[in-house]
């Protein structure tokens, strides 16, 4: 009873949570205000401009994306950087001879980091749901399904993505690498500022190969009642990958590749 799995899964889902949110201006807020700078720039002084995307205010249009962009991120960051951290103070040594199994390590960990993109992504809703009240609008749901599904389905994805990271990685240098040159550019291709169905017949094929596009689409879908792609298709292959994912993160992690000598 006191050494039951759920307790051991709980017991380190707290320790995670309690990592970040010890820092709550830096895992929380500090990517908040960092999407409100996107939306006050592009929503407002480019959107003043540019007005309507698909029919839609161009404020509301760049919202799923920005929100996608702090889920998919910051579940990344928290997993990545929280065993990069136990493997460089050799912490880690210490998490593999406790009686927690190699699934229930997985679990609490995706599941903290999920919970932080998750976080991110509501405060985001949050602030952007104020800033257009004064305009007499608003961000609201349209298909509450895909608006729930897609973001956690996203954070469950990127969480098991940053724990692949931190076992692979050496160096916390190493880290940026995915962020840098995988996520964001995909991210800034992947339909977040415009709508892709603009796009010469070429770009808009191309553009069907980012995940991402997927991700930003569903999250629309779910948002505005609007998408470039029909989200069953997007939330069938996200589904997939999350599980694809999350069993490669416990086959390498019972492995222990790059944790044991």
Known sequence: MTDSPTLRVATLFQKEMRRFMKVPGQTLLGPVVSTLLYLLVFGYALGGALRMVAGI????????????LGITSNAFLNSSSSLMGMKLTGTIVDLLVTPLGYGEM???????????????????????????????GGVHIVHITYALAFPVLAA????????????????????????????????FLGGVFYDIRALP????????????????EGMR??????????????????????????AAALLLLRSGWKLRG
Do not use: K
């Open 57 to 68: 205010p161009y404020f509301d249009f760049i919202v799923p994306g920005l929100i996608m």
């Open 156 to 187: 469950v994805s990127f969480g098991a993505i940053g724990l692949l990271t931190g076992l692979w990685a050496e160096r916390f240098e190493q880290l940026n690498f995915v962020p840098a040159f995988i996520l964001t550019p995909l991210t």
């Open 201 to 216: 017949p070429l770009l808009q094929a191309l553009s069907h190969v980012n995940p991402i596009l997927y991700l930003v």
């Open 106 to 136: 997985v679990v609490a960990m995706v599941g903290a980091a999920a919970v932080r993109g998750l976080l991110v992504g509501a405060l985001t809703w949050l602030a952007a749901t104020a800033l257009r009240l004064p305009a007499g």
């Open 221 to 246: 879908a779910g948002l505005l009642g609007t998408s470039a792609i029909d989200p069953r298709i997007g939330i069938a292959a996200l589904a997939t990958a999350a599980l694809i994912l999350v």
